[in-house]
Protein backbone atom coordinates (compact mmCIF):
# COMPACT_ATOMS: atom_id res chain seq x y z
CA UNK A 1 0.00 0.00 0.00
CA UNK A 2 1.21 3.27 -0.67
CA UNK A 3 2.39 5.58 1.78
CA UNK A 4 2.95 8.90 2.07
CA UNK A 5 5.24 10.92 4.84
CA UNK A 6 6.49 14.69 5.66
CA UNK A 7 10.04 15.42 7.49
CA UNK A 8 10.15 18.54 9.82
CA UNK A 9 12.77 17.68 11.59
CA UNK A 10 15.64 18.33 9.85
CA UNK A 11 19.20 19.95 11.27
CA UNK A 12 21.11 20.33 8.55
CA UNK A 13 24.25 19.72 9.83
CA UNK A 14 26.65 22.78 9.30
CA UNK A 15 29.94 20.43 8.95
CA UNK A 16 28.56 18.47 6.16
CA UNK A 17 27.36 21.70 4.35
CA UNK A 18 31.23 22.83 4.14
CA UNK A 19 31.62 19.19 2.96
CA UNK A 20 29.43 19.76 -0.20
CA UNK A 21 30.59 23.27 -1.25
CA UNK A 22 34.37 21.66 -1.22
CA UNK A 23 35.37 22.34 2.05
CA UNK A 24 35.61 19.12 4.27
CA UNK A 25 37.24 20.49 6.81
CA UNK A 26 35.03 23.11 8.93
CA UNK A 27 37.01 23.53 11.98
CA UNK A 28 39.98 25.45 9.67
CA UNK A 29 40.71 28.73 9.90
CA UNK A 30 39.47 29.45 6.14
CA UNK A 31 36.60 27.65 6.58
CA UNK A 32 36.14 29.85 9.70
CA UNK A 33 35.79 32.43 7.80
CA UNK A 34 32.67 31.26 6.15
CA UNK A 35 30.53 30.86 9.39
CA UNK A 36 28.37 33.60 9.07
CA UNK A 37 27.20 32.44 5.25
CA UNK A 38 26.90 28.97 6.17
CA UNK A 39 24.67 29.86 9.18
CA UNK A 40 22.63 32.11 7.80
CA UNK A 41 22.11 29.86 4.98
CA UNK A 42 21.02 26.82 6.96
CA UNK A 43 18.64 28.85 8.83
CA UNK A 44 17.54 30.61 5.27
CA UNK A 45 16.89 26.78 3.98
CA UNK A 46 15.45 25.18 7.36
CA UNK A 47 12.48 27.92 6.35
CA UNK A 48 12.28 26.65 2.62
CA UNK A 49 12.52 22.85 2.41
CA UNK A 50 9.41 21.01 2.21
CA UNK A 51 10.37 17.23 2.50
CA UNK A 52 8.24 14.94 1.18
CA UNK A 53 8.27 10.91 0.66
CA UNK A 54 6.13 8.53 -1.24
CA UNK A 55 6.49 5.07 -1.03
CA UNK A 56 5.49 1.31 -1.07
CA UNK A 57 6.60 -2.05 -0.51
CA UNK A 58 6.27 -4.22 -3.93
CA UNK A 59 7.61 -7.77 -4.55
CA UNK A 60 10.87 -8.90 -6.25
CA UNK A 61 12.32 -11.71 -7.82
CA UNK A 62 15.52 -12.09 -9.45
CA UNK A 63 14.49 -12.85 -13.56
CA UNK A 64 17.99 -13.55 -15.26
CA UNK A 65 21.33 -12.31 -15.52
CA UNK A 66 21.86 -9.24 -14.38
CA UNK A 67 17.73 -8.87 -14.02
CA UNK A 68 15.20 -8.39 -11.60
CA UNK A 69 11.06 -8.41 -11.56
CA UNK A 70 9.32 -5.58 -9.92
CA UNK A 71 5.75 -5.88 -8.81
CA UNK A 72 5.87 -8.76 -10.87
CA UNK A 73 5.87 -7.12 -14.41
CA UNK A 74 8.36 -4.46 -14.28
CA UNK A 75 11.69 -6.74 -15.62
CA UNK A 76 14.72 -4.00 -14.48
CA UNK A 77 18.22 -4.07 -15.16
CA UNK A 78 20.39 -4.39 -11.60
CA UNK A 79 23.23 -5.97 -9.90
CA UNK A 80 21.28 -9.24 -8.47
CA UNK A 81 23.50 -10.20 -6.14
CA UNK A 82 21.88 -7.51 -4.07
CA UNK A 83 18.67 -8.88 -4.51
CA UNK A 84 19.19 -12.52 -3.61
CA UNK A 85 16.99 -13.68 -0.71
CA UNK A 86 14.45 -10.96 -1.29
CA UNK A 87 11.27 -11.26 -1.58
CA UNK A 88 10.23 -7.53 -2.00
CA UNK A 89 12.06 -4.17 -2.03
CA UNK A 90 11.09 -0.72 -0.92
CA UNK A 91 10.70 1.66 -3.39
CA UNK A 92 10.59 5.43 -2.48
CA UNK A 93 10.75 9.13 -4.46
CA UNK A 94 11.30 11.87 -1.95
CA UNK A 95 11.94 15.87 -2.76
CA UNK A 96 12.98 18.57 -0.71
CA UNK A 97 10.81 20.80 -2.60
CA UNK A 98 10.98 23.87 -5.19
CA UNK A 99 11.14 26.72 -3.04
CA UNK A 100 14.91 26.39 -1.82
CA UNK A 101 15.81 25.47 -5.76
CA UNK A 102 13.94 28.79 -6.47
CA UNK A 103 15.73 30.61 -3.92
CA UNK A 104 18.77 29.39 -5.13
CA UNK A 105 18.42 30.08 -8.47
CA UNK A 106 18.06 33.99 -7.75
CA UNK A 107 20.43 34.55 -5.73
CA UNK A 108 23.06 33.44 -8.36
CA UNK A 109 20.91 35.53 -10.84
CA UNK A 110 21.41 38.79 -8.48
CA UNK A 111 25.31 37.86 -8.19
CA UNK A 112 25.08 36.51 -5.06
CA UNK A 113 27.27 33.54 -5.83
CA UNK A 114 28.66 32.56 -2.51
CA UNK A 115 25.33 32.80 -0.32
CA UNK A 116 23.27 30.85 -3.72
CA UNK A 117 26.44 28.29 -3.40
CA UNK A 118 25.83 28.05 0.36
CA UNK A 119 22.31 27.27 0.05
CA UNK A 120 22.02 25.16 -2.94
CA UNK A 121 24.50 22.92 -0.64
CA UNK A 122 22.59 22.70 2.16
CA UNK A 123 19.50 21.54 0.56
CA UNK A 124 21.93 18.81 -0.77
CA UNK A 125 22.44 18.00 3.09
CA UNK A 126 19.07 18.52 3.32
CA UNK A 127 18.50 15.69 0.91
CA UNK A 128 20.72 13.57 2.75
CA UNK A 129 19.01 13.65 6.25
CA UNK A 130 15.80 12.89 4.83
CA UNK A 131 17.10 9.54 3.47
CA UNK A 132 18.72 8.97 6.22
CA UNK A 133 15.60 9.60 8.38
CA UNK A 134 13.59 7.61 5.96
CA UNK A 135 16.48 4.78 5.89
CA UNK A 136 15.74 4.37 9.83
CA UNK A 137 12.09 4.19 9.36
CA UNK A 138 11.96 1.29 6.84
CA UNK A 139 15.00 -0.40 9.03
CA UNK A 140 13.17 -0.36 12.07
CA UNK A 141 9.84 -1.19 10.19
CA UNK A 142 11.26 -4.16 8.56
CA UNK A 143 13.53 -5.44 11.27
CA UNK A 144 10.18 -5.52 13.19
CA UNK A 145 9.12 -8.10 11.26
CA UNK A 146 11.72 -10.46 11.40
CA UNK A 147 13.16 -9.37 8.12
CA UNK A 148 16.46 -8.06 6.84
CA UNK A 149 17.11 -4.65 4.58
CA UNK A 150 19.86 -4.16 2.18
CA UNK A 151 22.26 -1.64 1.26
CA UNK A 152 20.18 1.58 -0.34
CA UNK A 153 20.20 1.41 -4.21
CA UNK A 154 20.04 4.72 -6.25
CA UNK A 155 18.76 4.08 -9.78
CA UNK A 156 21.51 5.80 -12.38
CA UNK A 157 24.33 4.12 -9.59
CA UNK A 158 26.36 1.36 -10.42
CA UNK A 159 23.85 -1.30 -9.22
CA UNK A 160 20.63 -0.02 -11.00
CA UNK A 161 20.49 1.93 -14.56
CA UNK A 162 18.44 5.18 -14.52
CA UNK A 163 16.43 3.71 -16.48
CA UNK A 164 15.20 2.50 -13.71
CA UNK A 165 13.40 5.95 -12.24
CA UNK A 166 10.45 4.99 -15.15
CA UNK A 167 9.02 1.80 -13.18
CA UNK A 168 9.63 3.34 -10.12
CA UNK A 169 7.57 5.92 -11.25
CA UNK A 170 4.93 3.56 -13.01
CA UNK A 171 4.47 2.19 -9.52
CA UNK A 172 4.34 5.34 -7.81
CA UNK A 173 2.95 8.64 -8.13
CA UNK A 174 5.43 11.50 -7.84
CA UNK A 175 3.11 13.89 -8.96
CA UNK A 176 1.34 13.32 -5.60
CA UNK A 177 4.61 15.23 -4.16
CA UNK A 178 4.90 17.54 -6.58
CA UNK A 179 7.62 15.52 -8.55
CA UNK A 180 8.18 14.54 -12.42
CA UNK A 181 9.96 12.86 -14.01
CA UNK A 182 11.49 14.67 -17.02
CA UNK A 183 12.36 12.76 -20.61
CA UNK A 184 16.09 12.37 -20.16
CA UNK A 185 14.91 10.86 -16.48
CA UNK A 186 16.28 13.92 -14.68
CA UNK A 187 13.24 14.72 -12.00
CA UNK A 188 11.68 18.24 -11.06
CA UNK A 189 12.46 19.20 -8.51
CA UNK A 190 16.14 18.80 -9.11
CA UNK A 191 16.60 17.94 -5.51
CA UNK A 192 14.94 14.92 -5.46
CA UNK A 193 15.47 11.11 -5.41
CA UNK A 194 14.29 7.49 -6.06
CA UNK A 195 14.76 4.68 -4.02
CA UNK A 196 15.39 0.67 -3.92
CA UNK A 197 16.14 -1.14 -0.91
CA UNK A 198 16.05 -4.67 -0.73
CA UNK A 199 14.33 -6.80 1.76
CA UNK A 200 14.17 -10.23 2.57
CA UNK A 201 14.50 -13.10 5.08
CA UNK A 202 18.43 -13.77 4.88
CA UNK A 203 19.53 -11.60 2.02
CA UNK A 204 23.00 -12.37 0.22
CA UNK A 205 23.76 -8.71 1.35
CA UNK A 206 22.23 -7.43 4.20
CA UNK A 207 22.87 -3.89 5.86
CA UNK A 208 21.11 -3.82 9.04
CA UNK A 209 22.72 0.13 9.50
CA UNK A 210 19.90 3.25 10.23
CA UNK A 211 22.66 5.53 9.29
CA UNK A 212 23.62 6.88 5.50
CA UNK A 213 27.45 6.62 5.48
CA UNK A 214 29.68 5.71 3.44
CA UNK A 215 30.40 2.35 4.67
CA UNK A 216 27.40 1.34 4.24
CA UNK A 217 27.27 2.92 0.62
CA UNK A 218 28.01 0.57 -2.25
CA UNK A 219 29.13 3.69 -4.61
CA UNK A 220 31.62 5.01 -1.98
CA UNK A 221 34.59 4.30 -4.31
CA UNK A 222 32.70 6.47 -7.09
CA UNK A 223 31.06 9.13 -5.45
CA UNK A 224 32.88 12.39 -5.86
CA UNK A 225 30.99 13.60 -2.27
CA UNK A 226 32.67 10.46 -0.33
CA UNK A 227 33.65 11.34 3.01
CA UNK A 228 36.07 8.59 3.08
CA UNK A 229 38.37 10.61 0.38
CA UNK A 230 38.30 13.43 3.21
CA UNK A 231 39.65 11.15 5.61
CA UNK A 232 36.22 11.98 7.90
CA UNK A 233 34.08 9.08 7.81
CA UNK A 234 30.71 9.11 9.51
CA UNK A 235 30.75 7.01 12.58
CA UNK A 236 28.13 4.30 12.34
CA UNK A 237 25.02 4.64 15.08
CA UNK A 238 25.42 2.01 17.74
CA UNK A 239 22.46 -0.20 18.69
CA UNK A 240 19.16 2.17 19.97
CA UNK A 241 21.12 4.93 18.91
CA UNK A 242 18.63 8.14 17.17
CA UNK A 243 19.39 11.15 15.16
CA UNK A 244 19.54 13.78 16.89
CA UNK A 245 17.79 16.24 14.55
Known amino acids: MVQRIEWK??????????????????????SQNFKPYVEQ????????IEVRCIYDYVPVKVSGPEEILLANQYPVKAATSFFEGAAEVLIAIQTIGFRLEEESARLFEVNEMLDGMVLDGCGT?????????????????????????????????????????????????????????????????????????????KLSKPNLSCAITCEMCVDQQNCSHSRLKFGKPKPLATDGEKRNT
Open 41 to 48: MRLKALGL
Open 125 to 201: VALDEALELLRGMVVKDVTARGLQTGHNLCPGGYQIPLEAQKTIFALLNGGEIGVTLGESLVMSPVKSHTLVIPVGQ
Open 9 to 30: NLNIDPSEVYRRIGMPDADSKR
